[in-house]
């Protein structure tokens, strides 16, 4: 065996030489290495390393030597643990974030948040945003998730009598008592799903086998399965209704689109460019478009 070596994922072979043979096979630097030098080869759909490409992986590995593993292997570690860190900062970043929303949505009107063109915007930042100070597109997705879900559950929790609601407030006590890792799988679910976790996590509180009274990710993940969010939920109801308009008279949307493009193709885009509020006004017409089409 060639020094620096170091075995794929699916072999058992451990190295015995180079700055790998002093970690036996269940250390966690060995276990490290092993998920470092896991993603040198494609994945197959279920997320698993393609063995095909052991071969390329293993001529990889060795040519970059065990130095260079050493140091992707501390860089994944400190992102990990830095992101860790700082975390429950993004998560106040987003509940911050999601207070705004619900606040435009409740009090702007149509000059300024048409068809929610703002409150949409912003929601749709977020993602980009926690990427950009450093988060990990999946970790990102994440926190996004579980704080949407728990600020949208809280929303819920006044009775309008300066008292909760009580089933509400469960429900809060309830995804607050998971990491986020979890809490995004909640939000992941139906309607029907998270009661069904609900229930679950209350039947087996009286589970005396059970140790850990708490549902795993696990357990959470396989409601999830059987009960998923269907995000476009809303949407074929929204095309039905306008498929119903076009079926009474679709000449009548024809002949708009006609006379918006001619009255488009009328304007003098230098007298435009000459006038910064006729700009500005055609700012807020290709907004309102862009909502539109994103009904």
Not at 1 to 28: A, H, K, L
Request: aromatic share 8%; charged share 30%; hydrophobic share 35%.
């Amino acid at each position: 065996m060639r020094c620096g070596w170091i075995p794929t994922v699916s072999q058992d072979e451990i190295p015995i030489c180079g700055s790998y043979s002093q970690f036996p096979q269940g250390n966690p630097t060995y276990t490290m290495n092993l998920e470092i030098t896991k993603v040198f080869a494609p994945a197959k759909e279920d997320g698993l390393m393609d063995d095909r490409f052991q071969e390329d992986q293993r001529w990889i590995i060795e040519k970059i030597g065990p130095d260079v593993v050493d140091a992707l292997r501390d860089f994944k570690q400190k992102t990990t643990d830095l992101e860790n860190q700082y975390g429950t900062a993004a998560i106040r970043l987003c509940h911050v974030f999601f207070e705004r929303i619900s606040y435009i949505d409740e009090n702007e009107d149509e000059l300024t948040n048409k068809w929610r063109w703002r409150s949409k915007k912003l929601r749709a930042h977020l993602q980009p945003m926690l990427q950009d100070l450093g988060f990990k597109p999946v970790n990102a997705s994440k926190i996004i998730g579980a704080t949407e879900l728990i600020h949208n559950l809280k929303c819920k929790l006044s009775n309008g009598r300066g008292g909760e609601h009580k089933n509400v407030r469960k429900a809060v006590d309830f995804v607050e008592s998971f990491r986020v890792s979890s809490q995004y799988v909640l939000s992941c679910m139906s309607e029907s799903g998270f009661r069904q976790a609900m229930d679950f996590a209350n039947w087996e509180s009286y589970n005396p086998e059970r140790g850990n009274k708490q549902l795993t990710k696990k357990e959470l993940e396989e409601i999830q399965k059987q009960f998923p969010k269907d995000t476009k939920s809303s949407r074929p109801q929204i095309k039905k209704r306008y498929e119903k308009v076009l079926e009474v008279n679709p000449s009548v949307e024809n002949n708009l689109i006609k006379e918006l493009v001619l009255m488009i193709q009328r304007i003098n885009p230098q007298k435009i460019n000459d006038h910064n509020i006729l700009k500005l006004k055609l700012e807020e017409i290709k907004k309102d478009l862009r909502a539109f089409l994103d009904e």
